[in-house]
């Protein structure tokens, strides 16, 4: 009966049975692991059977010396050897049979075949890596958090947010990186997120972040729920950086604002030029009659001629030619043209040259209403008096940089980013068209304007020019 009992344990278990004396010796096998290794029972009883790879043995040996010293159980996960030297993943529980005397007469081993299971770990494993991967070189930047604390930043994220290694970033608030007034519409969109289904993401939205040197930028936003390895749930977010489309997209606004200007200047300029040219016929004929405030009057009509001039390079192209010009004489000529001016403001203009400065390829005309401009407004930001600065560089004879620097009153921050707009301004009296027409025609040279104020502190107004012969050109 006892023998019954055990031969049914032993053969209704899926799982495969072995029993072995001390020196490894089979004593009895069950059918399952006649099915499992591909040996007979009447083939492996009275046999040392050779079950573990042989880069294994050595483990193996020692947990036989751990069982024969008296641990009573060993569960471990270990590479089988089948009869045809094949493989397979199983989960082992060896246990020891003692006799009377509790002295270890032998072992019984159960094993159940895990190679499915296995199987499916590594595929798993092997996606999470690709996956990990493809996060990692994704050229989005992408972040995973959870609870809003950042848990993996990919390499594009990194450079983003103008960090060294991802590492920086791991255990620190994401609302580091919002401004503070976002946080209640940031927290109420990661709720919605997480309450959705996990297939479904947030649509992009634009928002202003913060770098890890406080530098602002726009950006836009879209986060989907979902699950790691590790089995807790994190919230993934795609961030793309909107700077340069937002350039794009102000240079549009921009150009669309200066065609429109444009067509206004056409119809303005050609609506003055009339009459004024009828009025500087007869203020010329007053002054041969020497009618007092004649020269009033001229003065005025020549600023008016100035201005449509003004409106006439925006509105309509011409076609120019470019030659060699010496900077400093361009400079010296406008200084000598603007001494009157300066000195009603009680202001003197130095120039300063310590080299030898190459020619520019330019149109003269138009480099002087520039620096015409330039001054004349650095003059006028002066009530007090004060002086201007003029200095040279000259980059690699790549570039020729003009720098204009006052003691003005200086601009805000606000007024820098409109300076250029069509009509904005900073002076009581003035237009705003004089910068925008100079950046016109600096950029119509290859060149670039720059401009650093402080409030009260004084302007300085760099004017780029490329060192390169151009032949014409339509501005």
Not at 110 to 136: G, M, N, P, W, Y
């Amino acid at each position: 009966m006892k023998e019954f009992l055990i031969d049914s344990l032993m053969n209704l278990t899926s799982d495969s049975i072995v029993i072995v004396d001390v020196n490894g010796t089979v004593l009895d096998v069950n059918k399952q692991f006649e099915e499992l290794h591909g040996w007979r029972k009447e083939e492996v009883i009275g046999e040392v059977l050779p079950m573990v790879p042989e880069e294994h043995k050595e483990e193996a040996l020692r947990l036989y010396q751990t069982i024969l010293h008296g641990e009573q159980t060993k569960d471990f996960e270990a590479i089988i050897l089948k009869k045809a030297g094949a493989t397979f993943y199983a989960n082992v529980t060896v246990s020891p049979v003692r006799n009377s005397e509790g002295v270890i007469v032998g072992f019984v081993g159960v094993e159940r075949d895990i190679s499915e299971k296995k199987k499916a770990e590594e595929e798993l494993l092997d996606r999470e890596k690709q996956f990990s991967r493809l996060i990692k070189l994704n050229p989005e930047a992408i972040c995973l958090h959870k609870d809003g604390v950042i848990q993996f930043v990919n390499d594009a994220a990194c450079k983003l947010f103008g960090g060294a290694t991802p590492e920086e970033f791991y255990g620190r608030s994401i609302f580091e990186f919002f401004y503070p007034t976002d946080k209640d519409v940031i927290i109420e969109r990661l709720q919605h997120v997480m309450k959705a289904d996990l297939d479904s993401y947030s649509e992009f939205v634009e928002r202003k972040m913060r770098k890890l040197d406080g530098t602002s930028f726009d950006v836009e936003i879209s986060s989907i729920y979902v699950y790691k390895k590790m089995g807790y749930p994190v919230v993934q977010s795609v961030i793309r950086d909107l700077t340069e489309r937002k350039k794009s997209e102000e240079a549009m606004i921009r150009s669309e604002k200066l065609a429109l200007i444009g067509q206004l200047a056409a119809g303005i300029a050609h609506d003055i030029r009339n009459p004024l040219t009828s009025l500087k016929g007869f203020v010329h004929l007053l002054k041969a009659k020497h009618t007092d405030y004649v020269d009033v009057m001229i003065e005025e009509l020549e600023h008016i001629n100035y201005v449509v001039n003004e409106f006439m390079t925006l509105a309509k192209p011409h076609l120019n030619y470019y030659i060699e010009s010496k900077i400093e004489d361009l400079v010296q000529s406008v200084i000598h043209f603007l001494q009157p001016h300066a000195l009603l403001h009680n202001v003197q203009i130095q120039m300063s040259i310590d080299q030898v400065l190459p020619p520019i390829f330019c149109i003269p005309d138009q480099i002087k209403q520039v620096l015409i401009n330039v001054l004349k407004n650095a003059i006028e930001s002066m009530a007090n008096g004060g002086f201007i600065q003029i200095t040279f560089r000259n980059h690699a004879n790549q570039e020729l940089v003009i720098c204009v620097k006052d003691q003005g009153i200086g601009i805000s921050e606000d007024g820098l980013t409109q300076l250029g707009e069509p009509f904005f301004t900073t002076k009581a009296n003035g237009t705003g068209l004089g910068l925008m027409v100079c950046k016109r025609i600096v950029e119509d040279h290859g060149g670039n304007i720059s401009i650093q104020s402080k409030l009260n502190e004084g302007t300085t107004v760099e004017i780029e020019l490329p060192l390169r012969k151009r032949v014409s050109i339509e501005s």
